[in-house]
């Protein structure tokens, strides 16, 4: 169950050429979850069904039951103020409390305020209106924040398996869960600078954004504590991270007469998430540095497969032919060593693309509608596919099936293959985790094609009627090899090898749209 509460009250004013509208308001939601489950075996006959559970013989039947309840208090004020229509300001402050935090942090207090200048308004811009039909200059400041932790600041019990004695079956219990009395709110800070721009009547929109943002206290469920605790995992504040982007949009309206409307939209954004501060007890493998990406990936670099003839590496010393060879690239004080350890491991990259697009058409011709939507990544590392995954011996000796490019695997009569040999390699490990499957990856992708027709109705029976086949997700262009390259995830550094998502599905349909 759930219980929402909003009381606002507005104030708006107009002195002249200023004007004011203010706003303060009080939320309180409470969301409440109660369940029960009863369950029983060995009954005389099945006429009963789930109508008489009491009938079971099982000496232990299966019940259950849980109970949760958690609130949000909020307090909050808006302000809006222009002069001249030109002139813009609005401030915010907001004040959240949750009930998953102790009393001393459960508050907490998120401000903002934002400008805006209508720089086409201005006198010494009249000369410039029919090129220029909009013009806005604007920049802001505003932190918000999470809470969505769960209940984790008390330490919790319970059930933890059954127990035998003297021919009794008793249930355990024990710990479940560590408490941590300090967690608090996670907060996200940003900044942002826009610029909107408006030529020829608007029928040219281009809209760019720059944002800088930090998300401070960072809610983490599964900390890690020493392994001699009774509770190995812990919820806790950790770190900062730090992402910074350009967001880029582009509207046209191409054509625009009696007949004919076309309009084009096309969408840009690039983003790069790193950490700013790492949690207290941060030890940094060799490889790692405070400020890495978010979601990096760290490898060993390979060069090639092993031929033969080649001289073995003194630090692969059971490697084979059609094997791949590991680059020794560093020891502890930077220099080659002979070895293979963390410090030959390195920062490949991000599994974030470069950037990614959006790209809209929509046509109208008289009673005819048309629209294609494209989206799409670029710039993306992305590891071994499934197709290369079933290639060769890096799969679980039972499975039977294996794909095409089991057929071109290295052997003696194969030599000139990116596969390597099917024999289980002793450095399996480095493998899984080395640059040697790694690429950069695009996409683009046709999300959705549509075409109607709109049927002319006597307006006193229908008010419209509107026929239309669509097709969604008809093709794909991209140099992934693999399943698909939005859901192919299979990536054995990450050690989700049985993870596997299907593509993306195509499909067709008819419809009708009746509006009375």
Request: charged residues 20%; proline residues 4%; glycine residues 8%.
């Amino acid at each position: 169950m759930d219980l929402l509460t909003d009381l606002t009250a507005t104030y708006v004013k107009e002195i002249g050429n200023h004007s004011l509208t203010a706003l303060v308001g009080y939320s309180f939601q409470k969301m409440t979850s109660e369940w029960v489950r009863a369950g029983n075996d060995n009954f005389p006959l099945d006429g009963f069904l789930y109508n008489n559970l009491g009938a079971g013989n099982n000496a232990k039947p299966d019940v259950g039951s849980s109970a949760s309840t958690s609130s949000m208090s909020s307090y909050f004020a808006r302000v809006n103020y222009s002069y001249l229509g030109k002139y813009l300001l609005t401030a915010t402050l907001r004040a959240d409390g949750a009930s998953n935090f102790m009393p001393s942090e459960r508050w907490g207090y998120f401000p903002s305020v934002s400008v805006g200048w209508r720089f086409t308004d201005e006198a010494f811009m009249e000369s410039t209106e029919n090129i220029l039909s909009n013009g806005k200059l604007r920049a802001g400041y505003g932190e918000t924040g999470n809470s969505n932790v769960g209940l984790r600041i008390y330490d919790t019990y319970g059930t933890s398996g059954s127990y035998a004695f003297n021919d009794v079956r008793y249930v355990g219990m024990g710990a479940t869960k560590l408490g941590n009395p300090k967690l608090t709110w996670e907060t996200t800070k940003e900044f942002n600078i826009g610029l909107d721009l408006g030529f020829l009547d608007n029928r040219i929109n281009l809209t760019a954004e720059y944002y800088d943002r930090v998300i401070s206290d960072l809610l983490q469920t599964d900390v890690p504590l020493p392994f001699y605790n009774e509770i190995t995992t812990i919820a806790d504040n950790i770190g900062e991270t730090r992402g910074k982007g350009i967001e880029l949009t582009l509207n046209t309206v191409n054509i625009k007469n009696k007949d004919w409307f076309w309009s084009t939209d096309l969408t840009y954004a690039h983003n790069e998430d790193r950490w700013k501060t790492r949690r207290d007890d941060w030890t940094p493998a060799a490889y790692e540095s405070p400020t890495d990406y978010i979601r990096s990936i760290y490898v060993y670099k390979t060069d090639g497969l092993m031929q033969p003839g080649e001289t073995v590496p003194a630090w692969q010393p059971a490697l084979l032919p059609g094997q791949i060879k590991i680059q020794d690239l560093s020891g502890p004080d930077g220099v080659p060593d002979g070895k293979m350890d963390q410090y030959d491991r390195v920062l490949l990259g991000s599994r974030d693309p470069a950037f990614i697009f959006g790209f809209n058409n929509t046509v109208r011709y008289r009673q005819f509608d048309f629209n294609i939507y494209f989206y799409g990544e670029f710039g993306a590392w992305k590891g071994r596919s499934y197709y290369e995954q079933w290639a060769n011996g890096f799969v679980d000796a039972n499975i039977v099936n294996k794909s095409e490019a089991s057929r071109y695997v290295w052997n003696h009569d194969n030599q000139n293959t990116i596969y390597p040999n099917a024999i289980p390699s002793t450095y399996a490990s480095y493998e899984n985790s080395s640059d040697y499957w790694y690429k950069k990856i695009s996409f683009v992708r046709c999300r959705n094609i549509t075409l109607g027709y709109t049927v002319p109705v006597n307006k006193s029976i229908l008010s419209n009627l509107r026929i239309y086949a669509d097709v969604n997700n008809p093709f794909v262009i991209t140099n992934w090899k693999g399943v698909d390259p939005e859901t192919d995830n299979f990536d054995s550094s990450r050690n989700n090898a049985g993870a596997f998502n299907y593509p993306n599905v195509t499909s067709y349909s008819l419809g009708v749209n009746i509006t009375f």
